[in-house]
């Protein structure tokens, strides 16, 4: 109404002096960013706070005190905003097409609203009971031998729970190759350490684990149901104690261990491997002989190859059809459902209700239908313009990045030169694939919903099988466009940004620059520092793991690496409960860098001019309130104690005080002096990139 009034005004006084030499109309306002003005929430703040005390809460303060954590939710803040965002937005998808005649659809519509349909006809659920799974469960009840459980673990269709997980990746030596991968599984809870920690957090979660498996089982229909139970428990703590911790897990080198499937054998023998792949359907032979196969855990396979083998398979049948019902929980009645989301929506994260029906519908279409979905959410809420944009703010870090690296004082010329090599082989995705995923093999089938997330199972895996032996597919994604993340691969040398991440607060193109840099230029180049992290650091710019630094070089990397996981592991998120910085490593160079090479490609974008003083606050005060501003959150301590236990990123409030306490910028824009809470000395602020 207000630009309205003032057109009206300009038009009266134009009128009035028509016959003197008139006045070209003054411009319109500038578009207002979505948040605040120029785009940071200043309402949010608590400004009694000191930035070098609690930057996180010197940002994001006022609006702590006053948010709340929404039962169906683990957490609040800038990411589940947008994740609701992305949520209402797939939701309008689907409620449009269930709008439109079914002649009217495309293939690809009707199989998202009838999968949708599916789903959320919870009436036709209640009335079929277990009969979707009764013929499931009674080949699993019927398992004999050792054999018949090993071809259960392999089973892409029953998608139960397995000793070794199995999949298609990409060789890390020969990206240009897939590979089959195999790795450690076969736990209920999230890590080792809930089965393993005598502190009374992890004693209670294992109690409470202890009563689902109880309660599934007697739902199900078992009897005898706690003494059952109680051996599930116990085979499952036998194979935490054997299983790697994620520090170990996360070291790209120790997981890379090649060797035929015959070697395989020889180092399990006590699995029946055979078995376990023909259920899978992956050959064991290859154009060159023998299938090679990638194990990760090595040290790991004989002792849990021991375990399965000494384990009765009355136990096992047991134990898959537990875990088979935890994985088809949520297309059964109601009572599984809820069951399942007591302990592992409750209990480990914290959330008190479910999300509604709807909203998991589309969840689970952008699972299984992802890039179905995500065509038609790009179509609708992603435009040209937002991805050249997009484009352009990565070309500056780009440029940020490449002119670090040849200043770097630590490192020698011959390392840097291999570091502006592979920058310069960097592929970037934004929004979108160029080519999206062919559903057509997919049925999906309004009254089978249990078939159809089956059949979607079988889909992704006879589809990853079939090109096995076939060069890599570089152009795919792995995720969809409404997801609100973005990744950095290895392999391929790539960086990704779905289309759902780039939007306010993370992007906003009417808000200050120097809160985008801070905002989204700080995760592009949380992205491009995965490639230079502990293990990014590791590939070349053909994306082959092999080494190409000095070892001088090295050395001096990783005694800088080793300070931050120093620094991360003071950070104590809950009492008692610290940040376990090895774990989070990678993630914690990549935010500590990221910030840092946004914070020059800010100044370069400022080609020489003094940033502008808005509302009392400086360019560079500016751009670190963006930062600050994205990772505003506030979680369960339930959810808190999960993500530091079995998580690769630290929680959002230290993401925020360890990456700005690394970069000098952030000292001289808030005035951080000794004495202050999170202050560093110069000489113990990380500089990596």
């Given at each position: 109404?207000?630009?309205?009034?003032?057109?009206?005004?300009?038009?009266?006084?134009?009128?009035?002096?028509?016959?003197?030499?008139?006045?070209?109309?003054?411009?319109?306002?500038?578009?207002?960013?979505?948040?605040?003005?120029?785009?940071?929430?200043?309402?949010?703040?608590?400004?009694?706070?000191?930035?070098?005390?609690?930057?996180?809460?010197?940002?994001?303060?006022?609006?702590?005190?006053?948010?709340?954590?929404?039962?169906?939710?683990?957490?609040?803040?800038?990411?589940?905003?947008?994740?609701?965002?992305?949520?209402?937005?797939?939701?309008?998808?689907?409620?449009?097409?269930?709008?439109?005649?079914?002649?009217?659809?495309?293939?690809?519509?009707?199989?998202?609203?009838d999968f949708y349909d599916a789903f959320v006809d919870q009436k036709q659920i209640e009335g079929r009971g277990l009969a979707p799974v009764e013929a499931d469960l009674d080949a699993l009840a019927r398992l004999k031998t050792k054999a018949d459980v090993a071809r259960a673990m392999g089973s892409v269709r029953l998608g139960t729970k397995s000793l070794f997980n199995v999949e298609i990746g990409i060789d890390n030596k020969n990206p240009d190759a897939y590979s089959v991968n195999l790795g450690q599984s076969g736990l209920g809870m999230p890590d080792r350490d809930y089965y393993l920690?005598?502190?009374?957090?992890?004693?209670?979660?294992?109690?409470?684990?202890?009563?689902?498996?109880?309660?599934?089982?007697?739902?199900?229909?078992?009897?005898?149901?706690?003494?059952?139970?109680?051996?599930?428990?116990?085979?499952?703590?036998?194979?935490?104690?054997?299983?790697?911790?994620?520090?170990?897990?996360?070291?790209?080198?120790?997981?890379?261990?090649?060797?035929?499937?015959?070697?395989?054998?020889?180092?399990?023998?006590?699995?029946?491997?055979?078995?376990?792949?023909?259920?899978?359907?992956?050959?064991?032979?290859?154009?060159?002989?023998?299938?090679?196969?990638?194990?990760?855990?090595?040290?790991?396979?004989?002792?849990?190859?021991?375990?399965?083998?000494?384990?009765?398979?009355?136990?096992?049948?047991?134990?898959?059809?537990?875990?088979?019902?935890?994985?088809?929980?949520?297309?059964?009645?109601?009572?599984?459902?809820?069951?399942?989301?007591?302990?592992?929506?409750?209990?480990?994260?914290?959330?008190?209700?479910?999300?509604?029906?709807?909203?998991?519908?589309?969840?689970?279409?952008?699972?299984?239908?992802?890039?179905?979905?995500?065509?038609?959410?790009?179509?609708?809420?992603?435009?040209?313009?937002?991805?050249?944009?997009?484009?352009?703010?990565?070309?500056?870090?780009?440029?940020?990045?490449?002119?670090?690296?040849?200043?770097?004082?630590?490192?020698?010329?011959?390392?840097?030169?291999?570091?502006?090599?592979?920058?310069?082989?960097?592929?970037?995705?934004?929004?979108?694939?160029?080519?999206?995923?062919?559903?057509?093999?997919?049925?999906?089938?309004?009254?089978?919903?249990?078939?159809?997330?089956?059949?979607?199972?079988?889909?992704?895996?006879?589809?990853?099988?079939?090109?096995?032996?076939?060069?890599?597919?570089?152009?795919?994604?792995?995720?969809?466009?409404?997801?609100?993340?973005?990744?950095?691969?290895?392999?391929?040398?790539?960086?990704?940004?779905?289309?759902?991440?780039?939007?306010?607060?993370?992007?906003?193109?009417?808000?200050?620059?120097?809160?985008?840099?801070?905002?989204?230029?700080?995760?592009?180049?949380?992205?491009?520092?995965?490639?230079?992290?502990?293990?990014?650091?590791?590939?070349?710019?053909?994306?082959?793991?092999?080494?190409?630094?000095?070892?001088?070089?090295?050395?001096?990397?990783?005694?800088?690496?080793?300070?931050?996981?120093?620094?991360?592991?003071?950070?104590?998120?809950?009492?008692?409960?610290?940040?376990?910085?090895?774990?989070?490593?990678?993630?914690?160079?990549?935010?500590?860098?990221?910030?840092?090479?946004?914070?020059?490609?800010?100044?370069?974008?400022?080609?020489?001019?003094?940033?502008?003083?808005?509302?009392?606050?400086?360019?560079?005060?500016?751009?670190?309130?963006?930062?600050?501003?994205?990772?505003?959150?506030?979680?369960?301590?339930?959810?808190?104690?999960?993500?530091?236990?079995?998580?690769?990123?630290?929680?959002?409030?230290?993401?925020?005080?360890g990456a700005s306490r690394n970069v000098d910028g952030w000292y001289d824009a808030f005035g951080v002096k000794p004495g202050d809470k999170y202050y560093l000395a110069p000489d113990q602020r990380v500089k990596l990139w």
């Open positions: 109404m207000r630009r309205s009034l003032f057109a009206l005004i300009g038009l009266v006084v134009a009128g009035c002096t028509m016959a003197a030499t008139a006045s070209p109309p003054a411009p319109p306002p500038p578009p207002k960013a979505t948040l605040g003005t120029w785009g940071v929430d200043l309402s949010g703040m608590d400004t009694a706070a000191k930035p070098g005390d609690n930057f996180f809460e010197y940002v994001n303060g006022g609006w702590a005190k006053t948010a709340t954590i929404p039962a169906e939710r683990s957490s609040t803040g800038s990411f589940q905003d947008l994740r609701i965002l992305s949520e209402k937005r797939m939701r309008e998808i689907i409620d449009g097409l269930d709008a439109r005649p079914a002649d009217q659809l495309s293939p690809d519509e009707r199989k998202l609203r920690r005598d502190d009374k957090a992890m004693v209670e979660a294992r109690a409470a684990y202890r009563k689902y498996l109880v309660d599934m089982l007697t739902l199900a229909g078992f009897k005898n149901a706690g003494a059952r139970a109680a051996k599930i428990l116990a085979v499952e703590t036998e194979i935490a104690k054997v299983s790697w911790d994620r520090a170990h897990r996360r070291d790209d080198t120790l997981t890379y261990n090649p060797m035929p499937y015959g070697d395989l054998k020889k180092l399990a023998p006590q699995f029946p491997w055979d078995a376990f792949f023909a259920e899978a359907g992956v050959p064991t032979t290859g154009p060159k002989g023998a299938r090679q196969v990638i194990v990760a855990e090595k040290s790991a396979f004989p002792p849990l190859a021991g375990i399965f083998a000494k384990t009765p398979v009355a136990v096992w049948r047991d134990y898959l059809a537990v875990h088979y019902l935890h994985a088809y929980a949520a297309y059964l009645p109601k009572k599984f459902d809820d069951t399942d989301f007591a302990f592992y929506g409750t209990v480990l994260g914290g959330s008190t209700a479910q999300l509604d029906r709807p909203i998991r519908g589309v969840h689970l279409l952008d699972r299984q239908l992802g890039e179905a979905l995500g065509r038609l959410y790009v179509a609708k809420y992603f435009p040209p313009e937002a991805k050249a944009k997009a484009q352009a703010l990565v070309a500056n870090l780009m440029k940020a990045y490449e002119q670090d690296i040849a200043t770097l004082p630590w490192m020698s010329e011959a390392t840097r030169q291999k570091a502006l090599d592979k920058l310069h082989h960097y592929t970037l995705k934004i929004g979108y694939p160029d080519k999206w995923r062919d559903y057509s093999p997919y049925t999906v089938a309004r009254d089978d919903l249990v078939g159809d997330v089956q059949r979607g199972n079988l889909f992704e895996w006879n589809r990853d099988l079939k090109r096995l032996d076939d060069p890599v597919d570089k152009s795919e994604w792995g995720m969809t466009p409404p997801t609100v993340n973005a990744y950095y691969n290895p392999p391929f040398n790539e960086i990704v940004f779905p289309a759902a991440i780039l939007q306010p607060p993370f992007f906003d193109p009417n808000a200050d620059d120097a809160v985008n840099y801070g905002g989204i230029g700080a995760v592009i180049g949380h992205e491009i520092s995965h490639g230079f992290d502990d293990q990014g650091s590791k590939y070349t710019g053909l994306g082959v793991m092999e080494s190409w630094w000095t070892a001088d070089d090295r050395k001096n990397f990783d005694a800088r690496t080793a300070m931050i996981v120093s620094q991360y592991d003071a950070f104590e998120p809950l009492p008692g409960l610290h940040v376990i910085g090895k774990n989070t490593l990678g993630e914690n160079i990549a935010d500590i860098a990221g910030l840092t090479i946004a914070y020059k490609a800010y100044h370069l974008s400022l080609g020489g001019k003094p940033a502008p003083v808005i509302d009392g606050f400086t360019g560079d005060q500016r751009f670190f309130l963006g930062f600050g501003q994205i990772w505003r959150s506030k979680y369960r301590d339930n959810a808190i104690r999960t993500q530091t236990l079995s998580n690769e990123h630290t929680i959002s409030n230290f993401r925020v005080i």
